[in-house]
């Protein structure tokens, strides 16, 4: 199965950037690589539990993956696991943790994932890793690059 990680320092205690990144009315703002991003099955807040629906923009695939909520610990880590069927993925999870530096805060997101069909994956995983990796990198420079735009909250 393969696995990636992805790191990226922001200028933003982990509590801001956390609740930044689970905003979906604000995920388009700088999100690269969506298209659309809405919560689902009736919930209005990200939590665990609730299900969301992210698409890719359409040079990606447009694929939409709707993810569960299996751990949610504000400005720590959120993770999430595939609960639909879309093309070229078989499961799909991944994690976000979130620490604060003095500079700000260190986000890691993980994911891992299986690719279809089967009989296609030797080919298919590989280069979804690659497209993964490089995505997951130019979000979460986008994600630094507005939190640096966002004003400072009182302390």
């Known amino acids: 199965m393969p696995t990636g990680s ?3 320092t922001m200028c933003r205690p982990s509590l801001e950037v956390f609740n930044v990144l689970h905003d979906y009315s604000r995920r388009l703002e700088w999100d690269t690589l969506l298209s659309s ?11 665990k539990g609730a299900s969301s629906l992210c698409v890719g923009k359409r ?3 447009g694929i939409g993956i709707e993810t569960r909520y299996v751990s ?3 400005g720590s ?8 069927r879309p093309a070229f993925f078989e499961s799909f999870a991944a994690s976000i943790r979130h620490v604060d530096t003095p500079e700000g805060s260190l986000l890691t997101y993980k994911f891992r994932f299986t690719a ?3 009989w296609l994956r030797w080919v298919l995983e590989p280069v ?3 497209a993964l990796r490089i995505e997951t990198q130019k979000r979460l420079k986008a994600l630094a690059a507005f939190m640096a735009t966002q004003p400072l909250k009182p302390s």
């Open 6 to 8: 992805v790191s990226c």
């Open 37 to 47: 991003a809405a919560l689902t099955r009736g919930h209005t807040v990200a939590g």
């Open 59 to 61: 040079r990606l695939g």
């Open 72 to 74: 949610f610990a504000p």
């Open 77 to 84: 880590l959120a993770a999430v696991e595939m609960i639909n």
């Open 116 to 118: 279809k069909p089967g």
């Open 128 to 130: 979804m890793l690659a």
